[in-house]
T-cell receptor
């Protein structure tokens, strides 16, 4: 069965610092990979996804993630944090088969201080 | 023009009551989902429908019954509500392809007293 591990339930950075949120997956076959962001009392918004092709994926709001098959990782990064980036971030995987559900990690709360 | 909408946004009710949550999507998608987010923010799939047909039915109490009157709507009815049902329920939709992206609604925050 597939699973997702997000290392660090809470990450704190200063404004302007690098953001690194870690995600590792467990799967016998490379799945499709997603990062979603959830702002307080809101739904989930897709940041970026990897399905096939280029392993470095760029998303919205300056975020990017790199799929590393050898490390079974899909870490999310942003060069310079903004206060508005403070939110809950979820890594998710899905088998590369139509109609399957997302399997989520437990989430990482990102705090940004001035 | 909300892509995936849910009503109500907040729902406070007593144990034992029956309640429904509605979801509508205007993205033209053919697949819809219900996810539950618990108090620790963990998200887990409950159900999924494709063109009104149930395709995912995870192990949830049979007090939960989804209904899809058409491919743009997916409702969730909950009978005999329990304290443990308190959670945020998210609807999502996608187009059934291998690399589909699921788009989420704003959530319904259910509190059972």
């Amino acid at each position: 069965a597939q699973s997702v591990t997000q290392l660090g339930s809470h990450v704190s950075v200063s404004e302007g610092a690098l953001v690194l949120l870690r995600c590792n997956y467990s799967s016998s076959v490379p799945p499709y990979l997603f990062w979603y962001v959830q702002y307080p009392n809101q739904g989930l918004q897709l940041l970026l996804k990897y399905t096939t092709g280029a392993t470095l994926v760029k998303g919205i709001n300056g975020f990017e993630a790199e799929f590393k098959k050898s490390e079974t990782s899909f870490h999310l990064t942003k060069p310079s944090a903004h206060m508005s980036d403070a939110a809950e971030y979820f890594c998710a995987v899905r088998p590369n088969q139509a109609g399957t559900a997302l399997i989520f990690g437990k989430g990482t709360t990102l705090s940004v201080s001035s | 023009d909300t892509a995936v909408s849910q009503t109500p946004k907040y729902l406070v009710t007593q144990m034992g009551n029956d309640k429904s949550i509605k979801c509508e999507q205007n993205l033209g998608h053919d697949t819809m989902y219900w996810y539950k987010q618990d108090s620790k923010k963990f998200l887990k799939i409950m159900f999924s429908y494709n063109n009104k047909e149930l395709i995912i039915n995870e192990t949830v109490p049979n007090r939960f019954s989804p209904k899809s009157p058409d491919k743009a709507h997916l409702n969730l009815h909950i009978n005999s509500l329990e304290l443990g049902d308190s959670a945020v329920y998210f609807c999502a939709s996608s187009q059934l392809t291998s690399d589909e992206t699921q788009y989420f609604g704003p959530g319904t925050r259910l509190l059972v007293l």
